[in-house]
């Protein structure tokens, strides 16, 4: 283990359940991640081994099976996850993010049904926000759900839904009108409804289809696809908590923690970049020795394993201040902004360390370079980050007078 990207004041339990995922991540995912990835083949062994270390039920409380760790023990499990494949610490974020829903906002009867189920892994979340035509902007939203006796009405179509096609239980932004009148602000006339579906592609069940997987430049074996509701009935007693018009602000809590991930999953494939960089620098010879000893070389190590350890340190300090139970929105858009900046850099850093071998798809590298892109814009664009990040800012310096 480098020196680089450590966190001090861990349990022995969180330095335990840590020192076993990078294990399972050098032995179990870097071998075989290049060739997935290449292949677009979803992980299968992978999810399936880290089903059987409890990956999927980690912050999940003991009540209901799962290990009741902290926010911080699964970002720095992320973060090693995400330095072997990125595409993995998406399944397991989206399925965090649903269960982190329920758990936080869910009735009494969604958490015992659904979180036992998401611990072992039998149910696997997906969520969306995201349509077609409105990107960041998630107040216009159209799909919309209409009740109709104890059941309502869904129509509509999503986009981006990372584990689209692999995930059973789908929680879904959609706007509702009932209850509120003529004139009120969009964010609060939003529901979020949990979905369970059959995994696959086509129509999953009747209203809904997921049509397949969207072709993408990197973050492959993941699924990401489209979501189609037309006539969906969902029972009244899955809309999450229980009471219509809540849906934006518990989407907005989920989103908080998923962008701690987001962060994680930066410093995580930031890190895999530097050890490539660091140890090819070794192994090049020019000019009669190692391109490491060239001073110019040597500059650019020296920048990567900054930003590294910076952008670590604002990921871990974003997850703590959530677990003190303080507002971190502050926090984890400059974590989740800085991560992903720094991480495009240092990889690119680590690519032109490799000169022409970097654009060779022998070489990890060249997986990276098309995976960090997708951090730019994941869970919120930078430019969303920076728009958080700035009007958080003015309240906290807003003149007197």
Known sequence: MGRL????????????????????????????????????????????GLKELGVFGLMIPEEYGGLGESLLTYALCVEEIARGWMSVSGIINTHFIVAYMIKQHGTQEQKDYFLPKM???????????????????????????????DAYVLNGQKMWLTNGGTS??????????EGHPEGTAPHKSMTTFLIEKEPGFGEVKPGLTIPGKIDKMGYKGVDTTELIMDGLRVPADRVLGGVTGRGFYQMMDGVEVGRVNVAARGCGVAQRAFEL??????QRHTFGKPIAQHQAIQFKLAEMGTKVEAAHAMMVNAARKKDSGRRNDLEAGMAKYLASEYCKEVVEDAFRIHGGYGFSKEYEIERLYREAPMLLIGEGTAEIQKMIIGRRLLEEYRIQG
């Open 119 to 149: 611990v072992a892994g039998d149910i696997r979340g997906a969520f969306s926000m995201s349509e077609p035509g409105l990107g960041s902007d998630v107040s216009a939203i159209t799909s919309k759900g209409v009740r109709d006796g």
């Open 277 to 282: 960089g660091a140890a090819y620098a070794q």
């Open 168 to 177: 059973t239980l789908v929680a879904v932004l959609c706007r509702t009108d």
């Open 5 to 48: 990207a450590q966190t001090d004041g861990l349990t022995d339990v969180q330095q335990e359940i840590l020192a076993t995922v990078r294990d399972f991540v050098d032995k179990e995912i870097i071998p075989v991640a290049t060739e997935l990835e290449h292949r677009d083949e979803y992980p299968t062994r992978i999810v399936e």
